[in-house]
DNA sequence: TTGTATGCGTTATCAC
DNA sequence: GTGATAACGCATACAA
């Protein structure tokens, strides 16, 4: 392997020349950098980053931090990620965290120990404060998930807004008795749909029922367990809306289970729009996340970070889409 | 951001001796382990990798190149190289080649550039020269795809016992008229799986019949264009045999289409046994891989060249199994 | 325009 | 058992 020394003796020039024609310095002249490109070629130099990281004190290298890759929901989000990174300069580094605070803070040790630029949060496990003290070390970004309060940037959709539409949907269909399946976690996209659940109810004069929301945990059986549980109602709901495309489809599961129809029976509304929303018979009705931009908006915010172009916080809202399939009957088709 | 020195002034030692303390170097007094530990405490001190990683050109990292995370087959696969890399000290790049060589290449530059250690590939683009170059560079591992012939170690099942098993299950449920939807690509395991069912299909005296035989790309779309092809034959196959559960359920779409019923019309098997198989209705048959073995075995594999144990190439076999859900007939339930 | 010299933070080789 | 000090490979301030 040989180093900048090699290339700067066979090229009969400094080591500085050297560097200069590989960072591409305007000050060398056609002939030197000639000489140098070729004793390059002639030795297969390839430079060794880790002596330029030490020197400049940088990897060149991205944090991501997501629950699992298993959720095919961050894969379009990855792609966006990776594809801004890499325009961008820069590699990712993908970490599961399996939602575990212990994890993640191993992962962020990759960060106090200088072998990252950044990070990008998917769904912090850490608190407020935790993370406004990561943000102090490094450019740190949240994406989709975020935690309310903490004096760092972040990018998603107006939860809020889509879970109302998508309800509302639901509503106009004809359905009146919703159940609504959604997660025991403190996420602001969590709350934020229960709130957009509920303030559809709310503005069509259903009144909220209690019994109506069932728990899970974004997981296929999960939601198979919650459906089962809002079957089992004196007054079974017409329509579920979950929170996740996954939990959806184990809603659908059991209610096939109990004999019933999909959508004419019931109709099920889903989150998120993963690939498998449109494999799946019927094709789920779902809240589509515009996945790849919120990735690649992301990688943005921190790069302007990373720039030292912006120290302060930023939040950015990008729109939702209600896609409309197979697995919600059709606005005039109900029975009513 | 304190340093080593900064430590070691504080501790009134040596950065030998910090540098010590923190490689846990056993002739170290107890006492002095103190003082530094302390100091490291009182600083908040975080040793700076990059050093280190220039000194010892090293980075505990391991390259690991996939097509794309998208695919949910790499989900447990990805988690057991996560496990095994972190138990032995390293931490993984995940890089979505979206089986484009260039973009291949492009991240094995990261390898060549020291920053990291050893490579894996779940699908090598490369063909068995570049692979076999690659592996003069840096430790290296092909799991579950390989290229034939490379002296580079891989982890796999045999494709070829697999397919052939899955085929016969078809048979032995009565059914003769067998479809295989394959890929167009140069992959052993293609080719193996591919041999596996004219193998199954031969020995139960079955012949074989090349219009039989539709090509997709993996992908959703492709099986379900596939299976349409298959469909429109004047005889059409009574079994549907698919090289990806993917394929399999775009298969088993097609087939609903043309108003025909699984598993009782068409039996359909598909390959990897993807989370999504489970979740999907009917429960997908297909032959299940040992993903998260396979990835944990490709580290070991990797670990072993590492550690300079081992030079030699070295072919790994791990089992796969069969499982029967709902997308085809019992044994003793078919019509004839 | 190019060269010299220094340092980035760490580990390893020597002395002592 | 501990301390000086020389690398590791590169980039850059400064000198020429």
Known sequence: MSTIQDVAKEAKVSVATVSRVLNNSPLVLPDTRQSVLEAIRILNYQPNLLGRNLRRTETKMILVLLPTIANPF????????EDAAHAGGYNIMLCNTDSDKSREEVYLELLKKRLADGVIFMAPELDVADLDRTSLISPTVQCCEYREGAKVSHVSIDNFAAAKDAVEYL????????????????????????????????E?????????????????????????KLLSLNNRPEAIFAISDIMAIGAIKAIRENGLRIPSDISVMGFDDISFALMYD??????SQPKYELGKTAVELLMRQLDKQNKEPEDIILPYKLVIRGSTIKKGENIQ
Do not use: M, W
């Not at 106009?172 to 602001?188: D, E, L, P, T």
């Not at 019927?282 to 809240?287: A, E, F, K, R, Y």
């Open 74 to 81: 961050y894969s379009r989000l990855v792609k966006g990620i």
């Open 171 to 202: 509503i106009k269909c004809g359905c009146s008795r919703i159940g609504h399946i959604s997660c025991k976690n403190r996420f602001v996209s969590t709350i934020q749909r229960k709130n957009g659940y509920r303030k559809a109810l709310e």
């Open 204 to 228: 069509a004069g259903i009144s909220f029922d209690p019994e109506l929301t069932a728990y899970g945990d974004y997981g296929f059986n999960s939601g198979y367990k919650a459906a089962k």
């Open 282 to 287: 019927p094709p789920l009705s779902t809240v």
